[in-house]
């Protein structure tokens, strides 16, 4: 059995990272701010409150969707790979 990372499981596990990590400074940034800005505009659209628990989902629904969006785009430019 191969015990080496194959490149999809590396690319999941770091974009697993970076979607906590966004949640967990999400949090930070939403408890933290919320007495100078009490709510904030998503692409100038939705205002939401400013809440740690707010910030914090929006911090890892972006970065699951930017992070998507690169996996989607290393798989698409895989499939002209020759080597």
Do not use: C, K, W
């Not at 590396?10 to 966004?22: F, I, P, Q, S």
């Not at 890892?60 to 698409?76: E, I, K, R, Y």
């Amino acid at each position: 059995m191969n015990d080496e990372p194959t490149g999809r499981r590396v690319l999941l596990t770091v974009a697993g990272v970076v979607v906590v990590l966004a949640g967990i400074i999400g949090f930070f940034v939403g408890s933290n701010s919320a007495e100078s800005s009490p709510t904030f505009e998503v692409f100038g659209t939705l205002a939401l409150p400013t809440s740690p628990a707010s910030v914090a989902l929006y911090g890892m629904v972006l970065a699951g969707v930017v992070m998507g969006g690169l996996f989607a785009a290393v798989q698409f430019a895989s499939r002209y790979d020759d080597v």
